[in-house]
């Protein structure tokens, strides 16, 4: 366990899916987000989900509930920015954010990202996936540590219309953790998007890749 606070970003409009909260779709006996809690909660100090309207859409999982600070469906970087605020008034430095549609999550990957962090002394360290059996790289922008320093950046960022994560976060200190993987389909940052993707992941779960 790191003792620093993971972020769920579970803000998104679910338009591939067709609308609504795709983490709270069943995979197997279990929701989506349910599956990533599980995953997240044992590697972080404490955990909260970022949520874009109604929380009482939502069960009940006995963690915080941080809303979008900033109106509007501005995209993970709210997400973020509504960490960053929530982290700062409890005295923290870093936040850990991981995406509510990715239930097959390396057990060790805020370990990972923020080993890297301390060692390099950066703002940001992003997750990416190797795939080992080709060239491919794969940055996933929705994992990542970020310093809660730069909140007011991101603020004066996302009001000046940036939407795109990687935009702004070059702008900073950042360095990649690469998590090897054999091919496409086994890479831990697999994530829901769409009915088929869906159904991908039940086969990973029968599977035993979770």
């Known amino acids: 366990m790191i003792d620093i606070p993971g972020i769920i970003l579970a803000g998104g409009l679910s338009r591939r899916m067709g609308g609504g909260d795709k983490g709270l779709l069943m995979l197997g006996e279990t929701s989506i987000i349910e599956r990533v809690i599980d995953k997240i909660l044992p590697q972080v100090g404490s955990l909260a989900i970022n949520i874009n309207g109604d929380s009482s859409r939502f069960p009940d999982y006995k963690l915080p509930i941080i809303p979008d ?18 982290a700062f008034k409890n005295g923290n430095r870093y936040i850990a954010t991981v995406a ?4 097959f999550l390396p057990d060790d990957l805020i370990k990972r990202l923020h080993a890297m962090v301390k060692r390099k002394n950066l703002n940001i360290g992003i997750a990416a996936s190797r795939i080992l059996s080709g060239d491919d790289v794969f940055i996933h922008p929705t994992f990542g540590i970020w310093e809660v320093a730069l909140k007011d950046d991101l603020r004066d960022a996302l009001a000046n219309d940036t939407r795109k994560i990687m935009f702004w976060a ?12 054999s091919d496409k389909l086994s890479d831990p940052f697999f994530n829901i998007n769409t009915p088929d993707d869906l159904e991908e992941a039940k086969c990973r779960l029968k599977k035993g890749l979770l």
């Open 69 to 86: 600070s900033i109106k509007g469906y501005l995209g993970p970087l709210s997400g973020i920015l509504a960490g960053m605020e929530w």
């Open 170 to 181: 070059k702008k900073f200190k950042l360095d990649y953790y690469y998590f090897d993987t």
């Open 100 to 103: 509510a549609d990715t239930p």
